[in-house]
């Protein structure tokens, strides 16, 4: 199953590669915003324990900006911390610090190295804040489809003793104020299951390649989902956006409703005729201007309420 997995792995990924080419070969990076890429976090010389910061290029003191941080998506299995790099730079054009990270993907490592990933980026910011001169009063955290479940995720083991037991990871002193969630896909445990066979036998082969062949039994299958753990911490101001066209749909509205049925404060945007992260890979579209903007004037306006 595994040889079937990568396979299969391998010929989503030259899609994926493919539809970026044409997303993006017309686009051009925001004036005004300046860049530094390739800061490394885990000091091991892996392309993937990278990250980029986004900032508007007159600041010269960023700590008194708010600070956005993008997981990005790609199913698991492809992208890296340019992918997301026109979205972020808008919202760095917006007055804002971005930060987006690479970690390894699936089928080259198991989920828990994702995870793990993750934290030590987290980990190194925090203990990095005065040298990469940032600040994190007022923090916004984003992830589009699968960094959106990773969003998700990574803001429950944070608070959650029990959580970090299970995946290995400590805890770090960053509070999100708000999460921005685009076309989240955070359940693994339901993912192609409910549809038909086919579908069911390659979530299968998807799985083993996450947590191992017993991943039934394997507590970080059992703890990963977000209705595995969304009645365990409490959740900050979030924000979902999802679209008629796309195919993932079912997942981010069930995540809408799974966070509104446990009282988190949590509004869904929803777009006729429009794609798949429509927002994130073409920022220039005048209905992801509309959503960007959305959020951003959702996140100063809580800024602001928390300084009054």
Not at 150 to 159: E, R, S
Not at 283 to 308: A, H, M, P
């Amino acid at each position: 199953m595994s040889v079937l997995f990568n396979t299969y792995s391998r010929f989503l990924i030259n899609q994926m590669k493919k539809n970026d080419e044409i997303n993006f070969k017309d686009l051009k990076f925001i004036d005004g915003v300046s860049g530094i890429n390739n800061i490394s976090y885990l000091n091991d010389n892996n392309k993937y324990h990278l990250f980029n910061m986004y900032y508007p290029s007159e600041v010269i003191d960023k700590r008194k900006l708010p600070l956005m941080i993008d997981i990005h998506g790609g199913g698991w299995i492809y992208g890296d911390k340019d992918l997301n790099r026109f979205h972020n730079a808008y919202y760095s054009s917006q007055g804002m610090v971005t930060l987006s990270m690479s970690y390894r993907l699936i089928p080259k490592v198991k989920f828990i190295d994702m995870v793990k990933d993750l934290f030590s980026f987290f980990h190194y910011i925090e203990k990095e804040k005065d040298n990469l001169n940032i600040d994190f009063k007022n923090v916004l955290l984003s992830g589009d489809s699968a960094g959106g479940h990773l969003a998700l995720l990574t803001h429950a083991i944070n608070n959650s003793e029990e959580l970090q037991k299970i995946f290995g990871v400590t805890h770090f002193n960053i509070e999100f104020k708000m999460l921005n969630l685009e076309h989240p896909v955070p359940y693994l445990n339901h993912l192609f299951i409910e549809e038909n066979e086919t579908k069911s036998f390659a979530n299968t082969c998807m799985m083993k390649a996450f947590f191992g062949s017993k991943f039934r039994k394997n507590p970080l299958y059992l703890n990963s989902s977000l209705d595995n753990f969304v009645s365990k911490v409490k959740f900050p101001k979030t924000i979902i956006v999802t679209s008629s066209l796309d195919s993932f749909r079912p997942y981010t509205l069930k995540a809408y409703e799974d966070l509104k049925v446990n009282n988190v404060d949590v509004t869904l945007k929803d777009y006729e005729n429009e794609v798949h992260i429509f927002e994130v890979s073409r920022y220039d579209k005048e209905k992801s201007r509309e959503y960007n903007d959305f959020v951003i004037k959702e996140f100063f306006k809580l800024i602001k309420g928390d300084n009054l």
